[in-house]
């Protein structure tokens, strides 16, 4: 089954304007991590963030977690068309093992 | 720096035909490994991982399996394919349990 669940499903919007996507999850984590996909493609990682932190930046990515919630929020300012892809959240359950468990993904439309 | 390898990049085969898909990593010792299934607009189920030559571990029963011959060698298997095996097989590697690496993937389809 999918741990982390991300909404919105799909989010469409212009270039210039931010972009907010939200992950929910179950379980205790060690960490959640954020991953996009082209079409077609393999995942590439965007960024890590630990249980004990709440809030962390790279570049143009902000990304949010609260624990007592169990949820995440990845945040892309200033959009542009190469943004366009599908995010997906993942988490490790806890384990220390170095699975992971996806969300089934928010499908971002960046139009020029 | 590493490299991760999958092929065939896509394939198409027949209900009952055997099925052999490879995933190598270049650049890393003792990689975990892990087989992804990525069935159309849906996200990623763990079908297996490994910490180790020999050493694998199947998240869900299926029709598949991996053996992993080598180091940084990973391969994921089927004796006879069903049509619900298609989709798009990603494999990933790291280094421990922060970010992984994945592959081009491999697009299946079973007809």
């Given at each position: 089954s999918q741990q982390g669940e991300e909404d919105p499903q799909a989010l469409s919007i212009q270039e210039g304007e931010n972009a907010t996507m939200n992950c929910s999850y179950k379980t205790s984590i060690n960490n959640l991590q954020w991953y996009r996909q082209n079409s077609g493609r393999g995942l590439v990682h965007l960024i890590l963030i630990r249980s004990n932190e709440r809030e962390k930046h790279s570049g143009r990515l902000r990304v949010t977690l609260d624990t007592s919630k169990k949820s995440s929020s990845l945040l892309i300012t200033?959009?542009?068309?190469?943004?366009?892809a599908s995010y997906f959240c993942a988490t490790d359950?806890?384990?220390?093992?170095?699975r992971l468990y996806f969300g089934r993904g928010t499908q971002l439309t960046v139009w020029p | 720096s590493q490299t991760i390898h999958q092929w065939p990049a896509t394939l198409v085969q027949p209900v009952g035909s055997p099925l052999s898909l490879e995933c190598t990593v270049e650049g890393t010792s003792n990689p975990n490994l892990y087989w992804y299934r990525q069935a159309a607009g849906r996200g990623l189920q763990l079908l297996f991982y490994s910490v180790g030559i020999g050493q694998i571990s199947s998240e869900v029963p299926q029709n598949l399996s991996a053996s992993r011959p080598q180091d940084r060698q990973f391969i994921l298997s089927s004796k006879k394919l069903l049509l619900s095996d298609s989709g798009f097989y990603l494999c990933a590697w790291s280094g421990g349990y922060n970010e992984q690496f994945f592959g081009p993937g491999t697009r299946l389809t079973v007809l």
């Open positions: 200033a959009s542009r068309a190469a943004d366009t359950r806890g384990s220390t093992l170095g | -």
